[in-house]
């Protein structure tokens, strides 16, 4: 497994891992008409936005097997979130769920971390919904509950959990 920086020239199959990683995660949790109309060419677009406006405490890594086929990735930077006193940001994190369960997030959890700590941030969040199965994941990361909000994404009122992390206190 490899776990490197990404690029512009990344973003198509990036969005393809977002997509498909959304519609395997999320079924059952979001309505199926919303993850039915995900399209990875509309995130590709978005993800060339991202790569083009990347402000230089944000990075983006992605974790490829041995064939050099990209299985997950995880974006962060630093916090946008004022009322959390967190320095950075774990703002996406998904891997293929064929590749689950191989210890691949967790690499890409620890690069993040690692950055997010070389750039100065003692400290870091997350937000996850409450139905994702990728919560006990954070939770044995380390990650504590410290906050929550209410969010609307399709036809679905869903409950969305702030994460949080203290480099020096936590185990990570």
């Known amino acids: 497994m490899k776990i490197r920086e990404a690029s512009i020239n990344d973003a198509e199959e990036i969005a393809a891992v977002h997509v498909e990683s959304w519609k395997t995660t999320y079924t059952g949790i979001i309505p199926e008409s919303y993850l ?9 677009k978005n993800w060339v936005q991202v790569f083009e406006n990347q402000r230089a405490d944000e990075i983006v890594y992605i974790a490829e097997d ?4 990209m299985v997950g990735f995880a974006h962060g930077g630093h916090n946008r979130n004022e009322e959390y006193q967190y320095g950075g940001e774990l703002y996406a994190l998904y891997v293929l769920q064929e590749h689950q369960q191989l210890g691949i997030g967790k690499l890409l959890f620890n690069s993040m971390t690692r950055h997010l700590e070389s750039n100065g941030c003692s ?5 996850v919904l409450r139905d994702n199965p990728a919560l006990a994941f954070y939770t044995r990361q380390g990650g504590r509950q410290i906050g929550q909000k209410n969010i609307v994404i399709g036809t679905n009122d869903l409950i969305e959990f702030a994460m949080g992390w203290n480099f020096a206190a936590d185990t990570i």
């Open 36 to 44: 039915a109309a995900l399209s990875v060419q509309s995130r590709a």
């Open 66 to 69: 041995l064939k050099g086929k």
């Open 123 to 127: 400290s870091m969040m997350l937000w």
